[in-house]
């Protein structure tokens, strides 16, 4: 099970929430190629490691926000807002 | 390969079962392969012995980071079936199962298939046309399927509650779908493909791809440098991480999917019952366990086990239907990590680079696809060109846009 800190409501179970997939992803220009197109729509990173995604709470205040997560571990390192840029999660390391 | 047969069991009997010879050698790495196939799970195994048998290719190595048939072959609810909806997917899938049905023979390794029909349930008017134009398109596709009442249904699976919380209006059945042993399988085709002088080498973990100019030309791993003609992926979650090794992107989520067993209990079940609406799926197995699967967690996740509330939500649904099961506790719950394609069809074939080819995206229902998926990769592996059943699965249908939007692909809907 895991737990997510709503930035808005607080720490909740994950049957609140919806998962959106991968974020940070950018909309190509109208005229991109078609191979341009097939990588935004459809390519993920699907890393084995720090995933940066969307999550939304569904069964709360219904906002969305983004989660880095371990893939691995399903340890949550941050929660942060749409649009914010991806943090720096070099400092913590669960490791050191 | 001494071939077991009624006469070696008798004679290992009067021997006190003593002289077994082993199953598959345990060979040296050499330094070069013709072949080397990533995974030894059943897509690989399957596929190095159509290699060596179909093709004559016998220097082949399939390496494996874990142990055989560790991965998601052995995690599997060991379902076969071809009732698929599009007639790309019903060819290559009825050519799956057919190769099944004469694979104990062909291996000479009881791979113990039980045809007891899979039955997929229907719980309101509208999943009920649902379900008839899908066991049409499955007609039209030269394959058979069948509607069932309410009270059809309740006379093969007697324990099923048709008047229950998901009321059952119907269903159709696949005669030829049900179920056999999935370490039997990989057991089966990796003592063969041995037995051809294919080198299966476990705890080998492949750590880089050589590249050179566009071509692959070996493989980095945990016990060294291995130089090959030809390399092929088949390595289930794990197919991002291989094609990131070779600096392509592929279009899969990795997700875990969990399975569960009851305890042993006497015959009660006969059938594969399915639900794709309510996420559930049971069978009995030869020992008496339930065998219980529905959809997957829906995030990303490489650690190979569920959560909770998908489970709980799994079980609740299993007891609705079957409310004798309430009193039976859980052996085990374990989930394997499955590559999830956005049309949940598999991805096979070519490779952005030369010699490399690549089996992966069977999501939920790659065990199924074990021997077609064996025996068009080598063809595809060979010819340098994708085998005529896997032309329209390749990597090249997202750009396209010609994708096989399977939703049977999974049986349960995600």
Known sequence: ???????????????????????????????????????????????????????????????????????LTHEIHAVYEMGAAKPDLAVKDPDS | MKGYSFLSLARQALNRHQGWPVAWRTPELKKNYDVVIIGAGGHGLATAYYLAKNHQIKNIAVLEKGSLGGGNTGRNTQITRSNYFWPQSAAFFDHSLKLYEGL????????????????????????????????????????EAEILSPIEVKKLVPLIDIDCRFPVHGGFIQRRGGISRHDAVVWGYARAASAYGVDIIQQCEVT??????????????????????????????????LARMADFRVPITSMPLQAMVSEPIKPCLHTVVMSPVIHMYVSQS????????????????????????????????????????????????????????????????????????????????????????????????????????IEDFGLARFETGALIDEGAASGVSH
Request: net charge negative; hydrophobic share 40%; with cysteine.
């Open chain 2, 286 to 389: 030869d020992r008496g366990e339930l065998v219980i699967g529905g959809g997957a967690d829906l995030y990303n996740s490489y650690a190979q086990r569920g959560g909770i509330p998908l489970l709980q939500e799994n079980i609740a649904a299993v007891l609705e239907l079957f409310p004798a099961f309430t009193r039976l506790r859980l052996m085990r719950q374990w989930a394997g990590i499955v590559d999830i394609t956005p049309d949940t069809s598999p991805v096979m074939g070519l490779t952005p680079l030369q010699n490399l080819y690549i089996s992966g995206g069977w999501g939920t229902g790659g065990y199924k696809a074990i021997p077609a998926g064996g025996d068009t990769m080598a063809y595809t592996i060979v010819h340098d060109e994708a085998h005529p059943l």
């Open chain 2, 208 to 241: 880089a791809l050589n590249i050179q100019s566009g071509r692959v030309t070996g493989v980095q791993t945990t016990r060294g440098t291995i130089g090959a003609d030809k390399i092929s992926i088949a390595v289930a979650g794990h197919t991002t991480e």
């Open chain 2, 104 to 143: 104990s023979r062909e291996l000479n390794f009881n791979v113990m298939l039980s045809q007891r029909g899979l039955l997929t349930l229907a719980h309101s008017l509208h999943e009920l046309e649902g379900i008839q134009r899908w066991a049409n398109a499955i007609r039209i596709n030269e394959i």
């Open chain 1, 1 to 71: 099970m895991l737990r997510i800190d709503c930035p808005w409501c607080g720490t909740r179970d994950e049957v609140e929430f919806s998962f959106g997939g991968e974020s940070h992803l950018t909309r190509p220009t109208l005229d991109a190629s078609d191979a341009v197109w097939s990588d935004y729509l459809f390519n993920k990173d699907n890393p084995k490691g720090i995933h940066f995604e969307r999550w939304m709470h569904r069964f709360g205040c219904g906002r969305w926000f983004n989660v880095a997560r371990d893939t």
